[in-house]
């Protein structure tokens, strides 16, 4: 897992580098995310490479970070993350992840629900 900051703005850039930056949702300067690290997006991760830098986090920034600057998706809105109720709600039932500790321990593990518990993230500004 490696959390990926966009640090340079997109005039005059290649439209495969432009791409490459949609599909991480990196739309604007100062945005980050978690990615799993796989073939495919180490390889788009190299394409976009001037543009964004990367850098692995441990548990405890994972957490500080959805703590302080996560927003959760919640009806196409965003909620801030001061309470549980909204992860418990989202991700509960099919997932069992209860809270920001299990979801902040779900991404750091790259675990087997990684693509939903980062997806209920906005990208963190």
Known sequence: MAFVI???????VAPKVRKVLLWFH???INNGLF????????NMLRIAEPYITLGYLNLISVRELIY???IVKHN???VPN???F???RKLHKAHNIQCVDYLAHEIFTV???FKKASNLLWPLR
């Open 82 to 84: 001061s309470d549980n």
């Open 26 to 28: 990196l739309r604007y």
């Open 86 to 88: 909204v992860i418990e």
């Open 35 to 42: 990615i799993d690290l796989n073939q495919a997006t180490i």
């Open 68 to 70: 302080k600057r996560g």
């Open 111 to 113: 675990g087997s629900h």
């Open 6 to 12: 966009f640090i340079c703005g997109v005039n005059k």
């Open 76 to 78: 196409h809105q965003s």
